[in-house]
């Protein structure tokens, strides 16, 4: 077991402070940081890509600013980068045979934003390919495994760097979250897993998958990390015409001590019967301790969320369609030459693809078709206005959401084989990404699966109103420090445990 003192075991908040009153520094850091990766690495697979001498050459960077006299809220930390977010010439691959080999000419806004506050980019990190699952099962290029049960899936489709972050690979993992991809993943490896508001951090530098839903966003092992990663990612960026141009009220600065005086929202149509005795169990604790601190629980109606699944499952393929059409062997990555272009597209694409890729494009290309479009796509989005109208009512009376992050603990390696029970993964969390909500998945609990051995973390969901980060991660904190679930036990690879 690792000592308290190692840094692997620290905070990012703690490794900023201690970097920058230079009790310890960002080399000696990144350096505990690399040989702990390639000590677990090989039974996790978390990275697709590790970065050690730019690791080694940004950590004495931070080194010297800090010499300098700057103070970064970020001095030192080690971060894990999903890889569909461009890292000046690092791979970039998406999880996909399309981009296995390609380099990337520049850096998305929020990795740049990151680093400028002082992280330090141990590696690229694996993910279900383009962003399109639950499990990290999609994937071309790898197998991620559960740092708390190596048999089990770490959640997608940023399983790569919530895997990092829970096997102490990383302080901070960027992830991106299109109907629930870092909440799950963060549900699954006993994280926080922050989506903000859509637009609040530039999706500039993302490879799209759905481009009115994607949004990056920290999976961190305290919320205090989450703020800090938040404060330094969010604002208007010019280069992205999806981001809002708002201040933005810090976070950091508004974590708080208990849940007094705040309505938390419980949703009447999510019923938590239905995922079995133990799961419901952990979550009418979880309400309890939310009551406990002082929250007072309400009912609420989302009476069109039970859509969300039909509705995602249109808008996300058909805009899917739209932007992988870019990778067809002509400007990016993989090319199979054929006599003609029309043949070199097909091949190329037949491929570069997985499974899943190809059955989403399907689906978008059929719902964008003529004839469909009316009936399929322009419905799907008149639903997504009535479920964020929804959320507008419910609002009304309360200040907070709460419900479960996903719809059961991590779960074994191809236990879902099927596309539907792999997709009812995301039915608590697309209802917030379609309303552009910020939400995030803070550990509540431990059940122990069927067939398992290792008790496994649950994730509670929050959910605010557009804009209100600071009080969702403030609540989040509250209800984190006084239950200190995500403490009560160690990943395995960190443990020593079954490793």
């Known amino acids: ?37 390639d000590a677990v690495d090989a039974r996790v697979g978390a990275y697709l890509t590790i970065l050690h001498d730019a690791a080694r050459e940004r950590a004495a960077n931070v080194d010297a600013r800090v010499r300098s006299g700057e103070r970064l809220p970020l001095a030192g930390v080690p971060l894990a980068v999903k890889d569909n977010m461009c890292l000046t010439a ?53 197998i991620t495994r559960n740092p708390y049960d190596l048999s089990r899936v770490p959640g997608g489709s940023s399983g ?9 690979e990383a302080a901070i993992g960027l ?30 530098g993302l490879i799209a998958f759905a481009s009115s839903l994607d949004q990056i966003g920290p999976l961190t092992r305290t919320v205090e990390d989450a703020a800090l990663a938040y404060d330094a990612m969010a604002g208007h960026d010019p280069m992205d015409a999806t981001s809002i141009d708002r201040p933005v009220e810090p976070a950091a600065a508004s974590l708080r001590r208990d849940l007094h005086g705040l309505r938390i929202g419980l949703v009447r149509e999510f019923d938590t019967e239905k ?34 699944l039909a509705t995602y499952y249109l808008i996300a393929p058909a805009e899917c369609s ?11 990555g993989l090319r199979v030459d054929a006599d003609d272009v029309q043949a070199m597209y097909e091949r190329t694409r037949a491929a ?17 078709s003529s004839g469909y479009y009316d009936a399929y796509y322009v419905r799907a989005q008149k639903a997504r206005t009535l479920i964020a109208r929804d959320f507008e009512t419910a609002f009304a009376s309360c200040d907070l959401i ?16 099927d596309p539907y029970s792999m997709y009812m993964m995301d039915y608590y969390t697309i209802p917030m990404s379609l309303a552009g909500l910020p939400a995030l998945s803070v550990p509540c609990g431990w059940v122990t699966p069927a067939g398992g051995v290792e008790p496994m973390p649950l994730g509670l969901q929050l959910c605010a109103p557009l804009f209100a980060e600071p009080l969702l991660l403030g609540a989040a904190h509250a209800y984190e420090r006084a239950t200190m679930h995500a403490v009560k036990h160690l990943p395995l690879v960190v443990s020593g445990a079954r490793a």
């Open 1 to 37: 077991m690792a000592l308290e003192n190692d840094p692997i075991e620290r905070s990012a908040a703690d490794i900023a402070r201690d970097v920058n009153a230079g009790t310890i520094s960002a080399s000696e850091v990144v350096e505990g940081t690399l040989a702990h990766v």
């Open 90 to 142: 690092t791979r970039t691959t998406c999880g996909s045979r399309i981009l296995e080999h390609w380099i990337a000419p520049y850096t998305a806004t929020a990795v740049a934003r990151m680093l400028e506050a002082g992280c330090v980019p141990i590696g690229k990190t694996n993910l279900d390919e383009f962003a399109m699952g639950s499990s990290c099962e999609n994937s071309a290029l790898g």
């Open 160 to 168: 790569g760097s919530a895997a990092a972050v829970a096997a102490r």
């Open 175 to 204: 992830g991106s979250d299109t109907g629930g991809s870092i909440r799950e993943p963060g549900a699954f490896c006993n994280l926080i897993g922050f989506k903000p508001t859509y637009g609040r951090i530039s999706r500039y």
């Open 275 to 308: 995922l079995g005795p133990d799961v419901d169990k952990a979550y009418d604790r979880a309400y309890a301790e939310l009551k406990a601190l002082g929250a007072d629980l309400v009912e609420v109606s989302l009476p069109t969320a039970d859509y969300g």
């Open 322 to 332: 739209s932007n992988l059409s870019r990778f067809d062997g002509v400007r990016y």
């Open 352 to 368: 570069g693809f997985g499974s899943e890729v190809k059955r989403r494009i399907l689906i978008g290309t059929h719902a964008l």
């Open 402 to 417: 709460a419900c479960p992050a996903a719809s059961s603990p991590a779960f074994a390696f191809n236990a879902k084989s």
